[in-house]
């Protein structure tokens, strides 16, 4: 049989556009992602202390794969290079203050700069968005979205703008009004799967209700000054939640990394948004660092 030239043109058109209109291999260097990242949670947005962006790495790499952890922990670094990630992007920055040496370890706890060693020798690209995150009007949505809460606004907003800052003030929706105390501490309980530790007087019925995620900080005193009823965080210092409780503010600790593990997923999604494929994104499971008795007990 003779194929014509106009048939070999059809079937060579029908075999290029086949190649062509195929997935395409992902291509994105690592700061790439950073800089995607950092438009999305500028570090201007950051507190001055912190530190947003890549610590440890080659930002000329390709990415591979990228892992999210809200810890980079020794263990986030090799589990994610296990996974086949030579990224590991997480809330929590890998230090605060430079490292005085750089040696295997454990932990951080015996050599400040394990991690950053962990990250070398397993070819390991980190990078952090903590107080960035913490302030975003992505982070503002979480906890009040998981708790059926409706957010009306920042309480802590940041200089440069009103929408971002710290502690979401929250209304309860009218089909869950009366909200007890105990109710809402029973919602925490159900959400998050550990038990919060609880100030006030469980009958209490609220209507307002500010969220936050990490540490309190100056929360509690400006929520009395707002007449909030309850306050959610991840943490209280004690003297803090004791005189705040006596003042009328009832509170909800849920504990700092429960609080702040949702933002792993926030972060996840902003790492998809920027160009990484899903199918290339895995999240570290980092919420059993501790438990408590009753967890255990058969």
């Not at 809200?70 to 090799?78: F, G, M, Q």
């Not at 009040?144 to 802590?156: A, E, H, R, S």
């Not at 803090?240 to 504990?255: F, K, N």
């Amino acid at each position: 049989m003779v194929t014509s030239r106009r048939e070999k043109t059809k079937n060579g058109l029908a075999q290029r556009a086949s190649g062509t209109l195929s997935k395409q291999a992902f291509t994105m260097n690592i700061g790439a992602l950073e800089q995607a990242l950092l438009k999305k949670y500028p570090a201007s947005d950051a507190e001055d202390w912190d530190r947003t962006g890549i610590a440890v790495g080659d930002p000329t790499r390709a990415i591979e794969s990228v892992a999210l952890a809200l810890d980079p922990t020794v263990e986030a670094v090799r589990e994610a290079a296990a996974l086949g990630a030579n990224v590991l992007v997480t809330h929590h920055p890998t230090f605060l203050e430079a490292p005085s040496k750089f040696q295997p370890a454990p932990s951080s706890a015996e050599i400040d700069g394990a991690v950053v060693w962990a990250a070398v020798e397993n070819g390991v690209a980190v990078m952090s968005y903590h107080t960035a995150l913490d302030v975003s009007q992505d982070a503002a949505r979480a906890l009040p979205g998981m708790l059926n809460l409706t957010f009306k606004g920042i309480v802590d907003p940041i200089e440069t703008s009103k929408k971002k800052g710290y502690g979401q003030l929250c209304s309860v929706r009218a089909a869950d009004a009366p909200l007890t105390l105990g109710q809402l501490a029973a919602r925490c309980t159900s959400v998050f799967g550990k038990q919060p530790r609880v100030w006030g007087d469980f009958s209490k019925s609220l209507s307002t209700v500010v969220t936050c995620t990490g540490s309190a900080a100056d929360l509690p005193s400006k929520c009395l000054v707002l007449g909030v009823d309850c306050l959610v965080a991840g943490e209280v210092k004690y003297h803090d939640a004791l005189a705040a409780s006596r003042a009328g503010l009832a509170i909800v600790d849920l504990g700092h990394d429960t609080s702040e593990l949702p933002l792993v997923a926030v972060l996840a999604a902003a790492v998809e948004a920027a160009g990484v494929p899903k199918e290339k994104i895995a999240v570290l499971d980092q919420s059993a660092n501790w438990m408590y008795p009753e967890t255990t007990r058969m």
